[in-house]
């Protein structure tokens, strides 16, 4: 090693190829569900197959990554321009205070009526959970279609109903039929 | 006034925050809920140490979480929650990140995208899998004792997954410190004040690395120590939790 580690060789994380594909397997559940809309908003195409296992997996080149916080944080990076989350400390704070009502609330079934409607009764006065578009909005979509698609929630929502429309629009033309076709 | 400002009093003693004249980075002092036997709430005044943000603390039971006094400062009962002066807001990962956003230190979080991806793996498998089995061990202390047999059987794979990962470099995701070793400091913390602390003892790289970040200083150059703030036996036994006070700006 030379003086101050120059010439130090810098070891690098495992990195894909712009030619690996992703690709998203495990349960059609919840967590999968919030991994196929942060894709989609962030415009990043990958193969889904949601036929089973115990967690939800990404695999891209090299790497692989399991569940789904450490998946959208990939995905959130991997993906088109700007990622969706903030840098502004309020929104960062909003974005995971959502996330985590997401995470510990509506994907266990609890206090369910209570979250969506605080959510419709905010998204009549914004367009998206935090204010600007975040990775809060993939994230609890992905829940909230988790819960529709059990027919567990609650109806008449028409702030969240137009929210999901908004959220969904985001998703290219070309990735929305076939990742919309895992969800719903 | 809200339970913040019952149990975690923002006055520094010093008459209103900062106009005491003494110079100070921060604007308002953060004010945390939370308990001293939950690892969530030790790893958000962790980084308020390493981030260089004065924090006031405050005790919760657990019948806490349900009253309608707490749920008017996180209204989906998530604790530990967190004010700054007029913002609110709850759970550690809000509130890590917060801090990490608004304190004095650069960002512990990697830009990298495969770092990025598994520091959040090393995160959930702190808080969803250490941090529930070692509160069984945690209930030696409180009096709620748990099922320590199967919590043991529950860490042992993943103290031997982190044991290795800590072998090859200093911190738990590579060459910098990170979100990672925030959490893990937290639950080791916890289990070394327990029977559990041989599965430290008996896990090399686990135990120097935990006596690395007790003797590190903080992540902004401060010289306090972010683990010197974390809760001795007698504090959980007493539900207290220490402030994060900065001397020297």
């Known amino acids: 090693m030379g003086l101050f580690g120059f010439g130090e060789k810098k070891e690098k994380p495992a990195a894909a190829s712009k030619d690996d594909k992703i690709s998203l397997s495990g349960p059609a ?23 089973g296992g115990d967690a939800v997996t990404m695999t891209h080149g090299p790497i692989t990554v399991v569940g789904e916080n450490a998946i959208e944080a990939y995905l959130d990076i991997k993906g088109k321009g700007m990622p969706l989350k903030p840098k502004k400390a309020r929104h960062l704070a909003d974005q995971y205070h959502w996330i985590e009502a997401s995470n510990q609330l509506l994907d266990t079934e609890t206090k369910v009526e209570q979250v969506m409607s605080r959510m419709d009764q905010l998204l009549g006065e914004q367009e998206f959970l935090v204010g600007p578009l975040t990775l809060a909005d993939s994230v609890v979509a992905g829940s909230v279609l988790a819960l529709k698609k059990q027919g567990k929630a609650p109806a008449s929502l028409g702030n969240v109903d137009a929210w999901l ?16 076709s895992h969800i719903n | ?79 530990p929650a967190l004010k700054e002066n007029d913002f609110f807001t709850a759970g550690s990962k809000a509130i890590t990140e917060y801090v990490n956003a608004r304190g004095l230190g650069t960002s512990i ?30 209930g030696e202390i409180t009096g709620q004792a748990g099922d320590t047999t199967a919590a ?3 860490l042992e794979p993943v103290l031997d997954e982190l044991n290795a990962q800590l072998g090859k470099d200093k911190f738990v995701i590579g060459k910098n410190y990170s979100m990672a070793d925030i959490h893990w400091t937290a639950d080791m913390h916890l289990l ?44 959980i036994k007493a539900n207290k939790l220490n402030n994060v006070t900065i001397d020297d700006f």
């Open chain 2, 152 to 154: 043991k059987a529950q």
């Open chain 2, 109 to 138: 979080i990697p830009k990298n995208v495969t770092l990025a991806a598994e520091q959040e793996t090393w995160v959930d498998k702190s808080r969803q899998i250490a941090g529930p089995a070692i509160q069984a061990f945690v």
């Open chain 1, 165 to 180: 429309t908004r959220v969904e629009a985001k998703i290219p033309d070309s990735l929305r039929a076939g990742f919309m």
């Open chain 1, 29 to 51: 559940n919840a967590a999968s569900m919030k991994c196929i809309m942060t894709a989609g908003v962030r415009g990043v195409a990958m193969d889904v197959n949601l036929s």
């Open chain 2, 1 to 79: 006034m809200d339970l913040f400002d019952q149990r975690a009093v923002a006055d520094t003693g010093a008459g209103d925050y900062g106009l005491s004249g003494d110079m100070k980075k921060t604007q308002y002092v953060l004010q945390l809920l939370g308990a001293p036997f939950c690892p969530e709430t030790l790893k958000c005044i962790l980084i308020a140490a390493e981030q260089g943000m004065e924090m006031n603390t405050g005790s919760l039971e657990m019948s806490d979480l349900d009253s309608s006094e707490f749920q008017q400062v996180s209204e989906f009962g998530i604790a």
């Open chain 2, 192 to 235: 070394g004040l327990t029977s559990g602390a041989e599965m430290i003892e008996s896990r090399s790289n686990i135990k120097n690395w935990m006596q690395n970040m007790r003797d590190k200083k903080s992540n902004c150059g401060q010289s306090l120590k972010s683990c010197s703030l974390l809760p001795t036996v007698e504090d």
